[in-house]
Protein backbone atom coordinates (compact mmCIF):
# COMPACT_ATOMS: atom_id res chain seq x y z
CA UNK A 1 0.00 0.00 0.00
CA UNK A 2 1.71 3.58 -0.68
CA UNK A 3 2.55 4.88 2.61
CA UNK A 4 1.43 9.01 1.90
CA UNK A 5 -1.84 10.06 2.22
CA UNK A 6 -3.94 13.28 0.29
CA UNK A 7 -3.10 16.58 1.44
CA UNK A 8 -4.99 19.69 1.21
CA UNK A 9 -3.98 22.55 -1.03
CA UNK A 10 -5.15 25.16 -3.41
CA UNK A 11 -7.97 27.18 -2.39
CA UNK A 12 -10.53 27.18 0.67
CA UNK A 13 -13.81 26.61 -0.90
CA UNK A 14 -15.33 27.58 2.51
CA UNK A 15 -14.11 31.03 1.61
CA UNK A 16 -15.19 31.18 -1.38
CA UNK A 17 -13.61 31.56 -4.51
CA UNK A 18 -14.34 33.09 -7.85
CA UNK A 19 -16.92 32.22 -10.65
CA UNK A 20 -14.23 32.89 -13.57
CA UNK A 21 -11.81 31.01 -11.55
CA UNK A 22 -13.34 27.15 -11.76
CA UNK A 23 -12.68 25.72 -15.39
CA UNK A 24 -15.31 24.68 -17.75
CA UNK A 25 -13.65 21.28 -17.96
CA UNK A 26 -11.51 19.53 -15.48
CA UNK A 27 -11.85 20.46 -12.05
CA UNK A 28 -10.66 22.85 -9.90
CA UNK A 29 -8.63 21.60 -6.37
CA UNK A 30 -9.08 23.05 -3.32
CA UNK A 31 -10.21 22.10 0.25
CA UNK A 32 -12.64 23.01 3.07
CA UNK A 33 -11.50 23.06 6.33
CA UNK A 34 -8.28 21.34 5.57
CA UNK A 35 -9.70 18.64 3.56
CA UNK A 36 -9.34 17.93 0.09
CA UNK A 37 -12.08 18.56 -2.17
CA UNK A 38 -12.76 18.89 -6.20
CA UNK A 39 -14.98 21.44 -7.60
CA UNK A 40 -16.25 20.88 -10.95
CA UNK A 41 -18.51 23.59 -12.94
CA UNK A 42 -20.23 22.23 -15.94
CA UNK A 43 -23.23 23.51 -18.48
CA UNK A 44 -26.15 22.65 -15.57
CA UNK A 45 -24.14 23.74 -12.57
CA UNK A 46 -21.29 23.33 -9.45
CA UNK A 47 -20.48 19.95 -7.96
CA UNK A 48 -17.93 18.89 -5.23
CA UNK A 49 -16.76 15.90 -4.00
CA UNK A 50 -13.97 15.35 -1.80
CA UNK A 51 -10.59 14.39 -3.58
CA UNK A 52 -9.22 11.04 -1.58
CA UNK A 53 -10.05 8.10 -3.17
CA UNK A 54 -11.69 5.56 -0.98
CA UNK A 55 -9.61 2.50 -2.21
CA UNK A 56 -5.94 3.43 -1.09
CA UNK A 57 -6.35 7.19 0.01
CA UNK A 58 -4.89 8.35 -3.68
CA UNK A 59 -5.02 12.05 -4.25
CA UNK A 60 -7.39 12.57 -6.58
CA UNK A 61 -5.87 15.83 -7.23
CA UNK A 62 -3.06 14.56 -9.29
CA UNK A 63 -5.57 12.45 -10.74
CA UNK A 64 -7.07 12.63 -14.72
CA UNK A 65 -10.70 14.42 -14.89
CA UNK A 66 -12.89 12.87 -17.98
CA UNK A 67 -15.87 14.45 -18.50
CA UNK A 68 -17.89 14.23 -15.77
CA UNK A 69 -15.45 11.67 -14.49
CA UNK A 70 -12.43 11.53 -12.30
CA UNK A 71 -9.57 8.99 -12.35
CA UNK A 72 -7.17 8.15 -9.12
CA UNK A 73 -3.46 8.39 -10.21
CA UNK A 74 -2.74 5.26 -8.03
CA UNK A 75 -4.99 2.48 -9.28
CA UNK A 76 -6.60 4.34 -11.51
CA UNK A 77 -10.46 3.82 -9.72
CA UNK A 78 -12.89 5.39 -11.71
CA UNK A 79 -15.54 7.96 -9.78
CA UNK A 80 -18.68 10.52 -10.77
CA UNK A 81 -18.24 14.42 -10.32
CA UNK A 82 -21.57 14.96 -9.53
CA UNK A 83 -22.84 11.95 -7.18
CA UNK A 84 -19.70 10.49 -6.18
CA UNK A 85 -20.23 7.10 -6.89
CA UNK A 86 -17.23 4.88 -7.70
CA UNK A 87 -18.08 3.64 -11.37
CA UNK A 88 -15.10 1.44 -11.64
CA UNK A 89 -12.74 -0.71 -9.32
CA UNK A 90 -11.02 -1.16 -8.00
CA UNK A 91 -12.47 1.40 -5.44
CA UNK A 92 -16.09 0.07 -4.19
CA UNK A 93 -17.19 2.92 -1.75
CA UNK A 94 -18.85 6.27 -3.17
CA UNK A 95 -16.54 9.73 -2.18
CA UNK A 96 -18.50 11.94 0.19
CA UNK A 97 -20.54 14.58 -1.85
CA UNK A 98 -20.20 18.48 -0.93
CA UNK A 99 -22.75 21.16 -0.96
CA UNK A 100 -21.92 23.83 -3.07
CA UNK A 101 -23.54 27.57 -3.08
CA UNK A 102 -22.85 30.47 -5.17
CA UNK A 103 -23.08 34.04 -3.37
CA UNK A 104 -23.21 36.88 -6.27
CA UNK A 105 -19.60 36.26 -8.36
CA UNK A 106 -18.22 33.52 -5.65
CA UNK A 107 -18.70 29.67 -4.97
CA UNK A 108 -18.22 28.38 -1.77
CA UNK A 109 -18.00 24.75 -0.50
CA UNK A 110 -18.42 24.55 3.18
CA UNK A 111 -20.74 21.32 4.21
CA UNK A 112 -21.47 17.58 3.49
CA UNK A 113 -24.41 16.52 1.75
CA UNK A 114 -26.50 13.83 3.15
CA UNK A 115 -25.71 10.45 1.67
CA UNK A 116 -27.85 9.29 -1.41
CA UNK A 117 -30.52 7.43 -1.43
CA UNK A 118 -30.04 3.72 -1.48
CA UNK A 119 -30.44 2.64 -5.07
CA UNK A 120 -34.30 1.97 -6.77
CA UNK A 121 -34.84 -1.41 -7.62
CA UNK A 122 -33.79 -2.14 -10.21
CA UNK A 123 -35.96 -1.93 -13.17
CA UNK A 124 -37.17 -4.41 -16.03
CA UNK A 125 -37.10 -7.84 -16.35
CA UNK A 126 -34.24 -9.47 -14.11
CA UNK A 127 -33.45 -12.52 -13.09
CA UNK A 128 -35.05 -13.64 -9.33
CA UNK A 129 -32.51 -15.68 -7.88
CA UNK A 130 -28.52 -14.91 -9.01
CA UNK A 131 -25.71 -17.00 -8.17
CA UNK A 132 -21.98 -16.24 -7.55
CA UNK A 133 -19.59 -19.33 -7.93
CA UNK A 134 -16.77 -17.77 -6.46
CA UNK A 135 -15.75 -15.10 -3.28
CA UNK A 136 -12.73 -13.36 -5.14
CA UNK A 137 -12.61 -9.85 -6.97
CA UNK A 138 -15.51 -10.69 -9.23
CA UNK A 139 -17.36 -12.49 -7.32
CA UNK A 140 -17.41 -9.95 -4.56
CA UNK A 141 -17.23 -6.92 -7.20
CA UNK A 142 -20.48 -7.81 -8.98
CA UNK A 143 -22.32 -9.08 -5.86
CA UNK A 144 -21.83 -5.37 -4.42
CA UNK A 145 -23.06 -4.12 -7.69
CA UNK A 146 -26.00 -6.04 -8.19
CA UNK A 147 -26.87 -4.26 -4.72
CA UNK A 148 -26.31 -1.40 -5.49
CA UNK A 149 -27.82 -1.10 -8.34
CA UNK A 150 -31.25 -1.86 -6.43
CA UNK A 151 -31.43 -5.40 -7.16
CA UNK A 152 -33.80 -6.72 -4.94
CA UNK A 153 -33.80 -10.83 -5.93
CA UNK A 154 -32.02 -13.51 -4.34
CA UNK A 155 -28.12 -13.14 -4.38
CA UNK A 156 -26.23 -16.35 -3.12
CA UNK A 157 -22.30 -16.15 -3.23
CA UNK A 158 -20.66 -19.32 -3.03
CA UNK A 159 -16.99 -19.22 -2.21
CA UNK A 160 -14.51 -22.29 -1.60
CA UNK A 161 -12.58 -20.04 0.57
CA UNK A 162 -12.57 -19.85 4.19
CA UNK A 163 -12.64 -16.12 4.69
CA UNK A 164 -15.12 -13.41 3.14
CA UNK A 165 -13.68 -12.07 0.04
CA UNK A 166 -10.42 -9.55 0.72
CA UNK A 167 -7.75 -7.46 -0.34
CA UNK A 168 -5.66 -10.06 -2.30
CA UNK A 169 -3.14 -7.55 -3.89
CA UNK A 170 -1.88 -6.64 -0.58
CA UNK A 171 -1.72 -10.33 0.74
CA UNK A 172 1.99 -10.40 -0.87
CA UNK A 173 2.67 -6.41 -0.24
CA UNK A 174 2.07 -4.76 3.44
CA UNK A 175 -0.15 -7.17 4.71
CA UNK A 176 3.15 -10.17 4.27
CA UNK A 177 5.59 -7.23 5.27
CA UNK A 178 3.71 -6.16 8.57
CA UNK A 179 3.26 -3.23 7.50
CA UNK A 180 -0.66 -3.74 7.16
CA UNK A 181 -2.97 -4.91 9.93
CA UNK A 182 -5.32 -7.15 9.38
CA UNK A 183 -8.72 -5.34 9.75
CA UNK A 184 -7.05 -3.63 6.15
CA UNK A 185 -7.67 -7.09 4.16
CA UNK A 186 -11.33 -7.70 3.91
CA UNK A 187 -12.84 -6.09 1.33
CA UNK A 188 -15.98 -4.95 3.61
CA UNK A 189 -17.10 -6.07 7.24
CA UNK A 190 -18.68 -9.60 8.04
CA UNK A 191 -21.80 -7.25 8.61
CA UNK A 192 -22.39 -6.03 4.84
CA UNK A 193 -23.41 -9.62 3.51
CA UNK A 194 -26.20 -9.86 6.33
CA UNK A 195 -26.99 -5.76 6.03
CA UNK A 196 -27.22 -6.23 1.93
CA UNK A 197 -28.98 -9.47 2.32
CA UNK A 198 -26.46 -11.48 0.52
CA UNK A 199 -26.02 -15.21 1.51
CA UNK A 200 -22.38 -15.75 1.88
CA UNK A 201 -21.34 -19.57 1.63
CA UNK A 202 -17.92 -20.22 3.47
CA UNK A 203 -16.02 -23.40 2.76
CA UNK A 204 -18.66 -24.25 -0.24
CA UNK A 205 -17.48 -25.94 -2.85
CA UNK A 206 -19.49 -26.53 -6.30
CA UNK A 207 -19.35 -29.86 -8.18
CA UNK A 208 -20.63 -29.80 -10.88
CA UNK A 209 -23.24 -27.18 -13.04
CA UNK A 210 -26.32 -28.63 -14.13
CA UNK A 211 -27.50 -25.94 -17.30
CA UNK A 212 -30.68 -27.49 -17.88
CA UNK A 213 -32.12 -27.98 -14.15
CA UNK A 214 -30.29 -24.47 -13.52
CA UNK A 215 -28.65 -25.39 -10.45
CA UNK A 216 -25.23 -25.09 -8.73
CA UNK A 217 -24.49 -28.36 -7.10
CA UNK A 218 -22.12 -28.46 -4.33
CA UNK A 219 -20.04 -31.38 -3.13
CA UNK A 220 -22.66 -32.51 -0.18
CA UNK A 221 -25.09 -32.59 -3.03
CA UNK A 222 -26.94 -29.33 -1.75
CA UNK A 223 -28.93 -28.23 -4.98
CA UNK A 224 -29.28 -24.29 -5.47
CA UNK A 225 -31.41 -23.12 -8.03
CA UNK A 226 -30.45 -19.53 -10.40
CA UNK A 227 -31.75 -17.75 -13.51
CA UNK A 228 -28.75 -16.18 -13.55
CA UNK A 229 -25.12 -17.38 -12.78
CA UNK A 230 -21.93 -15.70 -12.57
CA UNK A 231 -18.80 -18.05 -12.74
CA UNK A 232 -15.78 -17.04 -11.07
CA UNK A 233 -13.93 -19.55 -10.08
CA UNK A 234 -10.47 -17.40 -10.10
CA UNK A 235 -7.08 -19.35 -10.54
CA UNK A 236 -5.04 -21.82 -8.42
CA UNK A 237 -1.64 -21.18 -7.86
CA UNK A 238 0.93 -23.88 -9.50
CA UNK A 239 2.31 -26.41 -7.27
CA UNK A 240 6.02 -28.13 -8.01
CA UNK A 241 5.90 -32.16 -8.59
CA UNK A 242 9.89 -32.12 -8.40
CA UNK A 243 10.85 -34.28 -5.05
CA UNK A 244 10.19 -32.38 -1.66
CA UNK A 245 8.20 -29.91 -2.84
CA UNK A 246 4.94 -31.04 -0.98
CA UNK A 247 6.34 -31.16 2.08
CA UNK A 248 4.79 -29.12 4.89
CA UNK A 249 7.22 -25.90 5.08
CA UNK A 250 6.08 -25.20 0.97
CA UNK A 251 3.49 -22.61 0.69
CA UNK A 252 2.00 -20.96 -1.92
CA UNK A 253 0.27 -17.49 -1.65
CA UNK A 254 -2.92 -17.07 -2.81
CA UNK A 255 -5.86 -16.55 0.07
CA UNK A 256 -5.40 -14.80 3.37
CA UNK A 257 -4.92 -18.28 5.08
CA UNK A 258 -2.22 -18.42 2.91
CA UNK A 259 -0.45 -15.76 3.89
CA UNK A 260 -1.19 -15.92 7.62
CA UNK A 261 0.64 -19.72 7.26
CA UNK A 262 3.94 -18.04 5.53
CA UNK A 263 4.16 -15.20 8.40
CA UNK A 264 3.80 -17.62 10.71
CA UNK A 265 7.16 -19.03 9.34
CA UNK A 266 8.49 -15.88 8.93
CA UNK A 267 8.09 -15.68 12.88
CA UNK A 268 10.29 -18.62 13.81
CA UNK A 269 12.88 -18.61 10.37
CA UNK A 270 15.96 -17.39 9.43
CA UNK A 271 16.12 -17.94 5.71
CA UNK A 272 13.97 -18.61 2.47
CA UNK A 273 14.16 -19.67 -0.78
CA UNK A 274 11.63 -18.02 -3.29
CA UNK A 275 11.15 -20.62 -6.15
CA UNK A 276 9.91 -18.27 -9.27
CA UNK A 277 10.48 -14.50 -10.10
CA UNK A 278 7.38 -13.71 -10.59
CA UNK A 279 5.37 -10.43 -9.61
CA UNK A 280 3.91 -12.36 -6.67
CA UNK A 281 7.16 -13.77 -5.78
CA UNK A 282 9.28 -10.79 -6.25
CA UNK A 283 6.81 -9.27 -4.13
CA UNK A 284 7.00 -11.73 -1.37
CA UNK A 285 10.54 -11.46 -1.63
CA UNK A 286 10.32 -7.82 -0.52
CA UNK A 287 8.28 -8.47 2.00
CA UNK A 288 9.86 -10.86 3.80
CA UNK A 289 13.14 -9.15 3.35
CA UNK A 290 11.49 -6.24 5.30
CA UNK A 291 10.88 -9.08 7.94
CA UNK A 292 14.57 -9.07 7.82
CA UNK A 293 14.67 -12.86 6.55
CA UNK A 294 17.51 -13.66 4.31
CA UNK A 295 15.84 -14.11 0.79
CA UNK A 296 16.78 -16.18 -2.06
CA UNK A 297 14.91 -15.86 -5.50
CA UNK A 298 15.19 -18.94 -7.86
CA UNK A 299 13.90 -18.74 -11.50
CA UNK A 300 15.00 -19.89 -14.84
CA UNK A 301 15.19 -16.77 -16.70
CA UNK A 302 17.88 -14.35 -17.35
CA UNK A 303 16.45 -11.69 -15.96
CA UNK A 304 13.59 -11.68 -13.87
CA UNK A 305 9.83 -9.84 -15.42
CA UNK A 306 11.71 -9.70 -18.85
CA UNK A 307 9.16 -11.42 -20.63
CA UNK A 308 6.23 -8.88 -19.33
CA UNK A 309 8.29 -5.66 -18.85
CA UNK A 310 11.76 -5.98 -21.26
CA UNK A 311 15.29 -6.66 -20.17
CA UNK A 312 15.16 -2.75 -18.72
CA UNK A 313 12.64 -2.53 -16.35
CA UNK A 314 13.38 -6.22 -15.59
CA UNK A 315 17.36 -5.06 -14.64
CA UNK A 316 15.89 -2.01 -12.35
CA UNK A 317 13.67 -4.65 -10.22
CA UNK A 318 16.56 -6.94 -9.83
CA UNK A 319 18.64 -4.35 -8.91
CA UNK A 320 16.22 -2.49 -6.73
CA UNK A 321 16.22 -6.13 -5.06
CA UNK A 322 19.55 -6.64 -4.67
CA UNK A 323 20.07 -3.00 -2.95
CA UNK A 324 17.86 -4.37 0.13
CA UNK A 325 19.97 -7.72 0.17
CA UNK A 326 17.70 -10.48 -1.58
CA UNK A 327 20.21 -12.70 -3.77
CA UNK A 328 19.10 -14.00 -7.33
CA UNK A 329 19.82 -17.29 -8.69
CA UNK A 330 18.94 -16.68 -12.28
CA UNK A 331 19.29 -19.27 -15.29
CA UNK A 332 18.90 -22.42 -12.84
CA UNK A 333 16.02 -24.85 -11.50
CA UNK A 334 15.13 -25.99 -8.30
CA UNK A 335 15.11 -29.27 -8.80
CA UNK A 336 14.26 -30.86 -5.07
CA UNK A 337 14.15 -29.70 -1.31
CA UNK A 338 14.98 -32.24 1.63
CA UNK A 339 13.05 -29.65 4.13
CA UNK A 340 16.62 -28.05 5.19
CA UNK A 341 17.76 -26.90 1.63
CA UNK A 342 17.40 -26.58 -2.11
CA UNK A 343 18.85 -28.06 -4.64
CA UNK A 344 19.45 -26.59 -7.61
CA UNK A 345 19.80 -27.92 -11.31
CA UNK A 346 23.60 -26.27 -10.72
CA UNK A 347 24.22 -28.53 -8.15
CA UNK A 348 24.11 -25.67 -5.51
CA UNK A 349 22.11 -25.77 -2.76
CA UNK A 350 20.13 -22.45 -0.52
CA UNK A 351 19.72 -23.54 3.07
CA UNK A 352 15.56 -22.67 3.70
CA UNK A 353 13.65 -22.78 6.53
CA UNK A 354 10.74 -22.41 4.38
CA UNK A 355 9.93 -22.31 0.97
CA UNK A 356 7.49 -20.22 -0.89
CA UNK A 357 6.44 -21.07 -4.63
CA UNK A 358 5.77 -18.12 -7.12
CA UNK A 359 5.37 -19.86 -10.48
CA UNK A 360 2.16 -18.96 -11.76
CA UNK A 361 -1.26 -20.11 -11.37
CA UNK A 362 -3.84 -22.05 -13.87
CA UNK A 363 -7.09 -20.96 -13.91
CA UNK A 364 -10.01 -23.05 -12.69
CA UNK A 365 -12.13 -24.14 -15.62
CA UNK A 366 -13.27 -27.48 -15.41
CA UNK A 367 -17.12 -26.32 -13.76
CA UNK A 368 -17.05 -24.60 -17.53
CA UNK A 369 -15.44 -27.44 -19.28
CA UNK A 370 -17.90 -30.49 -17.23
CA UNK A 371 -20.79 -28.07 -18.24
CA UNK A 372 -20.42 -27.70 -21.39
CA UNK A 373 -19.52 -24.00 -21.60
CA UNK A 374 -17.11 -22.84 -24.83
CA UNK A 375 -13.75 -23.03 -23.61
CA UNK A 376 -10.78 -21.97 -25.31
CA UNK A 377 -7.74 -21.04 -22.78
CA UNK A 378 -10.20 -19.78 -20.55
CA UNK A 379 -14.18 -19.43 -20.22
CA UNK A 380 -15.24 -17.85 -23.67
CA UNK A 381 -17.62 -14.54 -23.03
CA UNK A 382 -18.70 -11.60 -25.11
CA UNK A 383 -17.54 -8.04 -23.94
CA UNK A 384 -20.99 -7.92 -21.21
CA UNK A 385 -19.34 -11.79 -19.85
CA UNK A 386 -21.44 -12.96 -21.07
CA UNK A 387 -20.51 -17.20 -21.83
CA UNK A 388 -22.10 -19.87 -24.58
CA UNK A 389 -25.08 -20.74 -22.72
CA UNK A 390 -28.05 -18.47 -21.77
CA UNK A 391 -27.80 -17.01 -18.30
CA UNK A 392 -24.51 -17.80 -17.43
CA UNK A 393 -21.63 -15.45 -17.20
CA UNK A 394 -18.25 -15.29 -16.24
CA UNK A 395 -15.54 -13.05 -15.01
CA UNK A 396 -12.05 -13.04 -13.64
CA UNK A 397 -9.20 -15.19 -14.05
CA UNK A 398 -11.09 -17.49 -16.01
CA UNK A 399 -12.58 -15.15 -18.40
CA UNK A 400 -11.68 -14.95 -22.23
CA UNK A 401 -12.35 -12.13 -23.91
CA UNK A 402 -12.05 -9.65 -26.52
CA UNK A 403 -9.32 -8.06 -27.18
CA UNK A 404 -8.49 -5.01 -29.13
CA UNK A 405 -8.83 -7.06 -32.30
CA UNK A 406 -11.39 -9.55 -33.79
CA UNK A 407 -9.28 -12.37 -33.83
CA UNK A 408 -7.58 -11.66 -30.42
CA UNK A 409 -9.20 -13.17 -26.92
CA UNK A 410 -7.45 -11.91 -23.64
CA UNK A 411 -7.70 -13.81 -20.40
CA UNK A 412 -5.91 -11.09 -18.46
CA UNK A 413 -4.89 -12.52 -14.44
CA UNK A 414 -5.21 -8.71 -13.21
CA UNK A 415 -7.19 -8.00 -9.72
CA UNK A 416 -8.50 -4.73 -11.23
CA UNK A 417 -9.15 -6.39 -14.38
CA UNK A 418 -11.56 -9.25 -12.72
CA UNK A 419 -13.38 -6.59 -9.93
CA UNK A 420 -14.11 -4.92 -13.42
CA UNK A 421 -15.73 -7.86 -15.15
CA UNK A 422 -17.69 -8.64 -11.79
CA UNK A 423 -19.05 -4.98 -12.44
CA UNK A 424 -19.95 -5.22 -16.08
CA UNK A 425 -21.43 -8.99 -15.34
CA UNK A 426 -23.45 -7.44 -12.62
CA UNK A 427 -24.98 -4.70 -14.90
CA UNK A 428 -25.47 -6.95 -17.68
CA UNK A 429 -27.77 -9.66 -15.38
CA UNK A 430 -29.73 -6.40 -14.68
CA UNK A 431 -30.74 -5.44 -18.45
CA UNK A 432 -27.64 -2.39 -18.65
CA UNK A 433 -25.93 -2.95 -21.89
CA UNK A 434 -22.57 -2.50 -20.68
CA UNK A 435 -19.19 -3.48 -22.32
CA UNK A 436 -15.78 -3.88 -20.47
CA UNK A 437 -13.51 -1.10 -22.44
CA UNK A 438 -11.28 -0.07 -19.32
CA UNK A 439 -7.63 -1.16 -20.70
CA UNK A 440 -6.20 -3.71 -18.40
CA UNK A 441 -4.23 -2.24 -15.91
CA UNK A 442 -2.27 -3.45 -12.56
CA UNK A 443 0.43 -1.64 -10.20
CA UNK A 444 3.37 -3.86 -8.33
CA UNK A 445 5.07 -2.53 -5.40
CA UNK A 446 8.40 -3.30 -4.63
CA UNK A 447 9.57 -1.81 -1.24
CA UNK A 448 8.96 1.88 -1.51
CA UNK A 449 8.92 1.87 -5.38
CA UNK A 450 5.16 0.91 -7.56
CA UNK A 451 5.48 0.12 -11.09
CA UNK A 452 1.78 0.91 -13.07
CA UNK A 453 1.32 -1.44 -16.20
CA UNK A 454 -1.71 -0.15 -18.34
CA UNK A 455 -2.45 -2.17 -21.22
CA UNK A 456 -1.60 -5.61 -22.71
CA UNK A 457 1.42 -6.59 -24.80
CA UNK A 458 1.79 -10.43 -25.36
CA UNK A 459 4.83 -9.52 -28.01
CA UNK A 460 6.05 -7.00 -29.42
CA UNK A 461 8.79 -5.59 -31.73
CA UNK A 462 9.56 -2.12 -30.35
CA UNK A 463 10.45 -0.61 -26.69
CA UNK A 464 10.12 2.81 -26.08
CA UNK A 465 11.93 4.24 -23.33
CA UNK A 466 11.45 7.89 -22.20
CA UNK A 467 13.00 9.18 -18.65
CA UNK A 468 15.19 7.62 -16.66
CA UNK A 469 14.62 4.10 -15.29
CA UNK A 470 17.65 4.21 -13.00
CA UNK A 471 16.27 7.48 -11.54
CA UNK A 472 12.55 5.77 -11.39
CA UNK A 473 11.36 8.76 -13.70
CA UNK A 474 10.13 6.80 -16.91
CA UNK A 475 7.58 5.72 -19.71
CA UNK A 476 8.24 2.85 -20.87
CA UNK A 477 5.80 1.88 -24.17
CA UNK A 478 5.57 -1.68 -25.49
CA UNK A 479 4.40 -1.64 -29.35
CA UNK A 480 3.97 -3.90 -32.60
CA UNK A 481 3.75 -2.42 -36.02
CA UNK A 482 3.48 1.07 -34.70
CA UNK A 483 0.51 0.34 -32.54
CA UNK A 484 0.89 1.22 -28.96
CA UNK A 485 0.12 -1.90 -27.04
CA UNK A 486 0.75 -1.13 -22.98
CA UNK A 487 2.83 0.61 -20.78
CA UNK A 488 4.59 0.46 -17.81
CA UNK A 489 5.50 3.67 -15.84
CA UNK A 490 8.08 4.81 -12.83
CA UNK A 491 7.04 8.16 -10.84
CA UNK A 492 4.62 8.75 -13.65
CA UNK A 493 1.10 8.18 -12.65
CA UNK A 494 -0.59 10.75 -14.40
CA UNK A 495 0.89 9.53 -17.74
CA UNK A 496 -0.05 6.38 -16.83
CA UNK A 497 -3.77 7.45 -16.48
CA UNK A 498 -3.88 9.05 -19.91
CA UNK A 499 -2.24 6.23 -21.82
CA UNK A 500 -5.57 4.49 -19.64
CA UNK A 501 -7.76 7.01 -21.97
CA UNK A 502 -5.49 6.30 -24.89
CA UNK A 503 -6.00 2.78 -24.73
CA UNK A 504 -9.70 2.37 -23.79
CA UNK A 505 -11.70 -0.09 -26.08
Known amino acids: MDASRTEASGPDFSRGVPIADAPGQGVLAGHVGGEPVLLARRADGFWAVSATCTHYGGPLTEGLAVGDTVRCPWHHACFDLRSGEALTAPAI ?134 DALLLATGAEPIRLKTPGFDRENVHVLRSLADARTIIAAADRARRVVIVGASFIGLEAAASLRTRGLEVHVVAPEAMPLERIMGPDLGAFVRSLHESRGVRFHLGTTAVSFDGEAVTLADGARLDADFVVL ?20 GVIVDRGMRASHPGIYAAGDIACYPGPTADEGLRIEHWVVAERQGQVAALNMLGETRELTDAPFFWSQHYDQAIRYVGHARAWDAVRIDGSIPQADATVRFEAADRLLAAATLGRDLESLRIGEELRG
Not at 130 to 158: K, N, Q, S
Not at 358 to 377: E, I, K, N, S
Request: one cysteine or more; glycine letters at 12%.
Open 93 to 226: SPLDRWRVEIEGDLVFVRTREAAPLPAAPAQGDHPGRIVIVGGGAAGFAAAEMLRRRGYHGVLTLLSADSEPPCDRPNLSKDYLAGTAPEDWIPLKPTAFYADHDIDLRLGFEVARLDLEAKQAIGVSGERIGY
Open 358 to 377: GVGVRPRLQLAVDAGLAVDG
